[in-house]
């Protein structure tokens, strides 16, 4: 490690061991039990669905390089599991229903005139869940009462977000994770099979099969495996482009084929249930992070996509759209927050996972190198880290003091120096 990396790693270091506890919340109002937060001014009161899973990712990792002390690795575990137990409140409130928002915060929800037609929680619930109780031993006994809500959630997902194709929709654009990803961003409801979406929908089933198993209800799990099947070919055989050799979201908003009065074309109806979306998006990259590419897709995929400085490989890593698309924007935006080619902590870091998953360690070391130095020199100029960067040059867009899934840097980190890593379930 050169000088300045180790620099930047000290730094870093430094500023994320001695003030992590500012994303531990207390409960209040609608919010029963305590929780995460991503930290920043702008968020500081709110529980957010993927925030809070990957945050908590980010902080056990700070614990593990502190050695877990006993003291603070309990301290931490009735804030992760009190994020779980917030978020199963709002289930408990629909029932079977199994709707679950997206955030929740202490003047409490409006609860949707149509739990089926909106977005809810991003599939990432029982992730967290399974993160939790693989860190903690596989001890599920706490979660153990409220497993049905957990199938609740997913079968919400499965039932009503679930194209005939087998893919996985958004019911419209708001509050995605993602914001302006032009795959989904302004197109019509039930119309974007994201990328994104199903690839966190695929390793949320799986970990709903984890959870099932360490409760002992082999026979309910089997069933949710099933569905896992069924979602990994669906998306290998709609979203994965052998022309271009990446993973796309795909467009699900065409007219309906029935039988119908002679036209002409009755004669041969369409018989595709979707269209690929061509739109270079970094979440392509996920269904590596997934382990939904084949080992001959991913080779494909880092040779002609994550290389190519014209597309997605930056000097200070994974442009979160293709330089090459039209869309293509870094103006700073807050609502939308900008994803149309800004660097971010999280994409950055997804991506490595994917990379280190599939064998690429050269790459997933120079991307995790390249991170190192963004949030370095960020804390070195501006002694804050930022929601999203400039491809070219590492400088902050906006939003100074946004902790959150930035600090899964430190697991890079942990991976570079061959140390013990801490990682998403």
């Not at 937060?37 to 990957?54: E, I, K, M």
């Not at 599939?123 to 706490?142: E, K, M, R, S, T």
């Not at 979602?231 to 795909?250: I, N, P, Q, T």
């Not at 290389?307 to 700073?332: C, I, Q």
């Amino acid at each position: 490690m050169d000088n300045a990396l180790a620099r930047h790693v000290r730094r870093i270091v430094e500023f994320t061991g001695k003030d992590y506890q500012l994303m531990y919340r207390e409960p209040d109002g609608e919010i029963k039990y305590p929780f995460l937060t991503p930290g920043s001014a702008q968020y500081c009161d709110v529980l957010w669905d993927w925030d809070s899973w990957l945050t908590d990712v980010a902080l056990r990792q700070i614990l593990r390089r502190q050695g877990d002390p006993p003291a603070e690795v309990e301290k931490l575990t009735g804030y992760e599991r009190g994020c779980i137990q917030n978020w199963l409140e709002f289930a408990k409130r629909t029932s079977c229903v199994g709707w679950v928002p997206i955030w929740v915060n202490r003047a409490g929800n409006k609860t949707p005139a149509d739990f089926y037609a909106q977005n809810m929680h991003k599939p990432c619930l029982a992730q967290h869940a399974a993160f939790i109780v693989q860190q903690n031993g596989g001890d599920v006994d706490w979660l153990r009462e409220d497993l049905m809500y957990l199938q609740y959630f997913v079968n919400n997902y499965r039932n009503h977000h679930r194209h005939g194709c087998g893919v996985y929709f958004w019911q419209d654009d708001s509050a995605i994770g993602v914001d302006n990803d032009p795959c989904t961003c302004g197109r019509p409801p039930r119309s974007s099979g994201s990328i994104y979406l199903n690839c966190l929908m695929y390793k949320e089933l799986l970990a709903l099969v984890y959870l099932l198993e360490q409760a002992g209800l082999n026979e309910v799990s089997a069933q949710y495996r099933a569905d896992a099947d069924a979602l990994l070919k669906a998306v290998r055989e709609h979203c994965w482009d052998e022309r271009d050799g990446f993973y796309y979201s795909v467009d699900l908003n065409l007219m309906p084929v029935g039988r119908r009065k002679w036209t002409a074309h009755s004669g041969q109806p369409r018989d595709w249930p979707c269209l690929i979306q061509r739109i270079g998006v970094w979440s392509g990259f996920l269904a590596m992070w997934a382990g939904i590419a084949t080992p001959e897709q991913a080779e494909r995929m880092v040779k002609e996509h994550y290389r190519d400085t014209r597309t997605f490989n930056a000097p200070f890593g994974v442009r979160t759209l293709s330089r090459m698309e039209k869309m293509y924007n870094l103006r700073a935006s807050g609502n939308p927050s900008s994803w149309l080619g800004p660097i971010w902590g999280i994409s950055n870091y997804l991506v490595f996972r994917g990379l280190v998953r599939c064998g690429f360690a050269d790459d997933a070391r120079e991307l995790a190198r390249k991170t190192v130095a963004l949030f370095g020199s960020d804390l070195e100029k501006c002694g804050a880290l930022h929601e999203y960067y400039q491809p070219e040059n590492g400088a902050p867009i906006l939003n100074a003091g946004f902790q959150n899934w930035n600090y899964l840097v430190l697991n890079m980190i942990a991976w570079l120096n061959g140390e013990p890593v801490v990682e998403e379930f």
